[in-house]
């Protein structure tokens, strides 16, 4: 009896120690089952940890690169604002460029055509129609050029009568403006000039004759000594070349030059202008 029972303990012992041994083989298996599932989930964390981190470092430069778009917007407006008052701003200059040319151009015009009733009111003033005697102005100036054969002889610096008509309508002129200076310059040929115990050359005779006219200008015409100036340029200002005996004629020559100053010169003009619009 006693074998049986213990047989029986020794049976029920080793089903026992089995069963024991299925847990633990199934825990096991079920502990690796779970260190797997752990280790493949630790793998997907780590795996979404650093797609998180790339996703969030992309975030910020999406956000920077779009502040950096809006502010270049705003940039690139300010600059297309800018831009256009600058273009605005410089059509403006070239229509005011543009209205100066054209009242520049007007004033050309103008002054050509005042110039010229200036000149033709000057001559007819003073009763100058003979081909001999030219008047021009320029830039201000009034230039009356008498030919030598109204004045001289040749060689000669001593006014003959027939000149002294002449000049008395030049001193009209001048005494017509009591305060512009008259400058009396004499100009000669190429001519070279013998001399004489008088005259060395061509630039004695050119100053000789200058001052010859302003003697008869002041002592006979009646102007005033402060507004003339005596100069001579000799053959050194030709109108024209010296190769024929008319040109040297043309360069033979006395030319009275006129200087007012400007606020008068303007103000013959603006005399003239009205009496054209009369």
Same mark, same amino acid.
């Given at each position: 009896?006693?074998?049986?029972?213990?047989?029986?303990?020794?049976?029920? &012992?080793? =089903?026992?120690?089995?069963?024991?041994?299925?847990?633990? !083989?199934? =825990?096991?298996?079920?502990?690796?089952? $779970? /260190?797997?599932?752990?280790?493949?989930?630790?793998?997907?964390?780590?795996?979404?940890?650093?797609?998180?981190?790339? &996703?969030?470092? /992309? @975030?910020?430069?999406?956000?920077?690169?779009?502040?950096?778009?809006?502010?270049?917007?705003?940039?690139?407006?300010?600059?297309? +604002?800018?831009?256009? /008052?600058?273009?605005?701003?410089?059509?403006?200059?070239?229509?005011?460029?543009?209205? %100066?040319?054209?009242?520049? /151009?007007?004033?050309?015009?103008? %002054?050509?055509?005042?110039?010229?009733?200036? *000149?033709?009111?000057?001559?007819?003033?003073?009763?100058? +129609?003979?081909?001999?005697?030219?008047?021009?102005?320029?830039?201000?100036?009034?230039?009356?050029?008498?030919?030598?054969? =109204?004045?001289?002889?040749?060689?000669?610096?001593?006014?003959?009568?027939? !000149?002294?008509?002449? &000049?008395?309508? *030049?001193?009209?002129?001048?005494?017509?403006?009591?305060? #512009?200076? $008259?400058?009396?310059?004499?100009? +000669?040929?190429?001519?070279? #000039?013998?001399? @004489?115990? *008088?005259?060395?050359? @061509?630039?004695? =005779?050119?100053?000789?004759?200058? +001052?010859?006219?302003?003697?008869?200008?002041?002592?006979?015409?009646?102007?005033?000594?402060?507004? &003339?100036?005596?100069?001579?340029?000799?053959?050194?200002?030709?109108?024209?070349?010296?190769?024929? !005996?008319?040109?040297?004629?043309?360069?033979?020559?006395?030319?009275?030059?006129?200087?007012?100053?400007?606020?008068?010169?303007?103000?013959?003009?603006?005399?003239?202008?009205? @009496?054209?619009?009369?």
């Amino acid at each position: 009896m006693k074998k049986v029972i213990l047989a029986l303990s020794l049976f029920a &012992l080793t =089903l026992s120690s089995c069963g024991t041994k299925k847990k633990i !083989a199934a =825990l096991e298996a079920q502990n690796k089952e $779970c /260190q797997d599932l752990l280790n493949s989930t630790t793998v997907k964390l780590n795996l979404c940890l650093s797609e998180k981190e790339a &996703l969030s470092k /992309q @975030n910020d430069y999406l956000k920077q690169n779009n502040s950096d778009l809006i502010n270049s917007a705003k940039e690139i407006t300010m600059l297309s +604002t800018k831009g256009a /008052q600058n273009l605005e701003k410089s059509l403006e200059s070239l229509k005011e460029k543009d209205l %100066k040319i054209t009242r520049l /151009q007007d004033a050309l015009t103008k %002054k050509d055509s005042v110039t010229l009733a200036l *000149v033709t009111s000057l001559k007819s003033s003073v009763g100058i +129609t003979d081909p001999d005697i030219e008047i021009n102005v320029e830039k201000g100036v009034v230039f009356i050029s008498i030919a030598d054969k =109204l004045l001289f002889k040749s060689g000669s610096y001593v006014v003959s009568d027939k !000149a002294k008509e002449v &000049l008395g309508k *030049v001193a009209k002129v001048i005494n017509s403006r009591p305060t #512009f200076e $008259c400058m009396i310059e004499g100009h +000669t040929d190429n001519v070279p #000039f013998t001399g @004489n115990a *008088v005259l060395l050359d @061509n630039w004695d =005779l050119s100053v000789k004759r200058s +001052t010859a006219i302003v003697r008869v200008l002041t002592k006979d015409l009646g102007v005033k000594p402060s507004q &003339l100036i005596a100069a001579g340029r000799s053959e050194f200002i030709p109108l024209v070349d010296n190769n024929s !005996a008319d040109n040297r004629g043309k360069n033979r020559r006395t030319r009275v030059v006129i200087l007012p100053k400007i606020d008068e010169f303007y103000e013959m003009i603006e005399k003239e202008m009205k @009496n054209q619009k009369k």
